[in-house]
């Protein structure tokens, strides 16, 4: 496999430059006549035999299939990265239509003084059933009326003890609804956008303004092509519009979009419009870009995602590649900015200032689509639920209860571990990630890890040469770094944030 030949080649890539970055600061072990580096570079010289064979076979089984190399379509990373971080928390823009529905549901809810309300919001996904909630919770008539909200997923379980609460809740069927006790009377459905909402909502997408949208007349007939085919889910035209906001503004381009479009519509696997955007939104993206936007699969249902460990990650397994324009840090939260304008990504949190995001999530609908294609291209091991599953195969890991640490295979060549949960976690010497030999990243910040030996972590931390990311903010266990983390000569971001107890 493609994928498996360029970790392994990088692997050995990564343990030359270590190699030669110990013998240039003087470690006697590094000499080349001791027994160590001589067989260091005699298992190197097999480990690149063996790889020169792997190229060999794979040049020949892809001229094979393929009889001329086209060019595929080269993106820029650039892009028009640089005009983005500009649309509020909450974004306006979405609301298209769907006015009436909040103003709707809020008659619904203020006139009365009940203990509890129970409203429910149903339909397909794409329809807007979370955006319109949105609107309502943070509206200025509902924060007045009720002392107490709170914005869960109806995948986790919360008990909330209070008098005057509101829920609502966005579900895909009606039966659910009325199943949790909502009278029929208090359902709601969005109804599907008419052609001169999609329009209009998709020239606010696509466009900086109204007045760069009439600076484009050529582009209006084959744009209302475009949302004709979107059906009216307001999902669906997002996202082509936010893919379309990121294109060159010709009609030749628009064009093309507008083919692939119809034939992402007629394959087997699309379910409908929203899908069908939604992956021509994926295929679109710069190849470094794609595998920044599966990383969020590995992210539980419905989290809110701090930018900052998206970021760490992103660089330590070294899915930002530098320019002189840039530094390390600036780079990745750009690519974040570009997958938000894409609508691929929303937003929970932003910076004042500069509208920087803090915190990001991601619908249902996008967080299905980067599980059916990470579980295609490798990127990590899933079941047919979207569980993760860890394997031989795996190369990353999110980790939520002792079970998924349980379950892990010990000859895995995991590449990426993070916490997800703040639960405790027991940890000892025996557990199969203490196996794992080459992280490029590690992340703890989600666990206080109060219930380890804090030792034993920092030395199965200290001996992971290609280690690039490691974050620890917040462990309250962690009071001195020992001496042996110097020797991590790949580390290129350490985050001790948090720790109130570190004295040296």
Known sequence: MLRELVYDAEDILTDCLLRAEYRKEGFQCCSNFTPRELIFQYRTGKKLKDINERIKKMQKILTAYFKTIGQQSIHDDRGSMGKRWTSPVYDESAMVGLIEDTEKIIGWILPENRMLHQVGIVGMGGLGKTTVSQKIFDSKQVVDRFEKRIWVSISQIVRLEGQNVCWIWALRKESVAIDMGVEKARIHQPRILNEEESYALFCKIAFSSNEEAKQHPELEEVGKVIVKKCHGLPLAVKTIGGLLKSKAQSTEVWRRICHNFHDALTTKESENSVMASLQLSYDELPIRMKQCLLCFSLYPEDSEIGAEQLVHWWVGE?????????????????????????????VVQRRGYDGRAYSCRMHDLVRDLTI?????????????????????????????NEADLRSMNKKSRIRAVLMMTSSPIQFNRNIAMFTIKSPRVLDFSKNKLENICIEDLLNWISSLERLASLNLSGVSALKELPFSIGKLRNLQLLVLSGCNNLQK
């Open 318 to 346: 070294g899915f930002i590649e530098g320019r002189n324009t840039s530094t390390t840090m600036e780079l990745p939260f750009d690519y974040l900015s570009e997958l938000i304008s894409r609508c691929l990504v929303e």
């Open 372 to 400: 059916k294609i990470a579980r295609e291209e490798g990127f990590c091991c899933f079941d047919d639920q979207g569980r993760q599953r860890p394997s031989a195969r795996s190369r990353r890991l999110s980790f939520t």
